[in-house]
Nanobody
């Protein structure tokens, strides 16, 4: 069965950096997309970034453009989210997700994704 496991969260100061990892297993992922979402307490799950498994298409939320970089190592079935210039408003639980059939219109919606990791906490101190 498909399984996603996030890692790399932690506590950082404003302006710092973290790299999150997402290890995927149990599937054939060549046609998938990997997305990253985040959810702060009391808020809805928010789209952060998405990358197709081939790496051909990448999209970012406006709030993270220029600060976050998404990548994928399809030989390892591992995805990464490099976060730089972190702000307190980036504090959230970060989730990776996999979409079996990437949709160019609905990729910002959490409902589009078929599999989810357990989440990893990112806290940015002010």
């Amino acid at each position: 069965q498909v399984q996603l496991v996030e890692s790399g969260g932690g506590l950082v100061q404003t302006g710092g950096s973290l790299r999150l990892s997402c290890a995927a297993s149990g599937g054939t992922f060549s046609s998938y997309a990997m997305g990253w979402f985040r959810q702060a307490p009391g808020k809805e799950r928010e789209f952060v970034a998405v990358i197709t498994w081939s790496g051909n298409y990448i999209y970012y939320a406006d709030s993270v453009k220029g600060r976050f970089t998404i990548s994928i190592d399809n030989a390892k079935n591992a995805g990464y989210l490099r976060m730089s210039s972190l702000k307190p408003e980036d504090t959230a639980v970060y989730y990776c997700a996999a979409d079996r059939d990437f949709n160019f219109w609905n990729y910002r919606s959490a409902h589009q994704y078929d599999y989810w990791g357990q989440g990893t906490q990112v806290t940015v101190s002010s």
